[in-house]
């Protein structure tokens, strides 16, 4: 069983949580903690998407500071 999702460079771990019974990500490698949830497969992987592209364009903020 694979649980890791991949877009964009990203890479994100996914858990069940059977005590809030949804799907429960987070981004690895990077400094920032990046979490998402979902109650189907794909929702979590639209979850995961829109969670990496929020991240990229806060990057994109934070270094024109």
């Known amino acids: ?3 890791t ?3 964009k460079g990203f890479t994100a771990k ?3 949580s ?3 019974d949804v799907f429960v990500g987070r981004l690895l490698g990077i400094e920032d903690i990046v979490c998402f949830h979902g109650e ?3 929702e979590s992987k639209t979850a ?8 990229i364009e806060i990057c994109g903020k ?3 500071k």
């Open 40 to 42: 189907s497969v794909e």
């Open 48 to 55: 995961f998407r829109e969670s990496v592209g929020f991240h």
């Open 14 to 16: 996914i858990e069940f």
């Open 62 to 64: 934070m270094a024109k």
């Open 5 to 7: 999702l991949i877009y």
């Open 18 to 20: 059977a005590d809030d």
């Open 1 to 3: 069983m694979n649980n």
